[in-house]
């Protein structure tokens, strides 16, 4: 049997030979630099993404600088479709008012916020928000009223804090 030949210095010395160790380092390098731009793209996605989560998308139904709401009747109830909005109208200073077809109130001054199931029994309007993860109201975002309580002809008001911001009639 043979005994394994050893290796002389020189052997050794030319079997680790800088230019493997380039290559090496080479490698390296590459696969550092694409972590790094997949962690850099991924931090950008997720930016873009917060942003557009905490902002109202744009659906272009109507002019964004006015309060627009279409109106659709259903048999027990009417539905209130934002069509147009202003960005910033937040749920908590955003109110909706009803009068009567004979301009009596039917509804004082209530904000979008408490238009919940939980107090459907009182308002008989909810709100409806197509965009959970946005704080505000957005185009999309729909009042469900009460056919019984807001008969034909009654007028929904909303405010933006003090200011009035759109009318919609039930018809």
Request: overall charge negative; hydrophobic content about 35%; some cysteine.
């Amino acid at each position: 049997m043979r005994e394994p030949t050893r290796m002389g210095s020189d052997a050794l010395a030319s079997s680790n030979r800088p230019e493997g160790g380039a290559r090496k380092t080479g490698v390296t390098v590459v696969a550092a630099i694409a972590a790094i731009s997949g962690v850099a793209l991924a931090l950008s996605f997720a930016l873009v993404s917060h942003i557009r989560a905490t902002e109202c998308p744009s659906y272009h139904y109507g002019d964004p600088s006015h309060f627009g709401m279409s109106v659709t009747r259903h048999a027990t109830n009417w539905t209130v479709t934002v069509v147009s909005s202003p960005r910033g109208y937040d749920p908590n200073t955003t109110y909706v008012q009803t009068r009567d077809s004979r301009g009596s109130p039917v509804l004082g001054r209530t904000p979008w916020s408490d238009l919940t199931v939980a107090n459907w029994e009182t308002y008989h309007i909810l709100y409806e928000d197509s965009q959970p993860v946005v704080q505000f109201v957005c185009e999309g975002d729909r009042l469900v009223v009460d056919s019984t309580t807001y008969s034909s002809g009654s007028v929904l008001h909303v405010f933006n804090r003090d200011v009035l911001v759109g009318s919609a009639t039930l018809f």
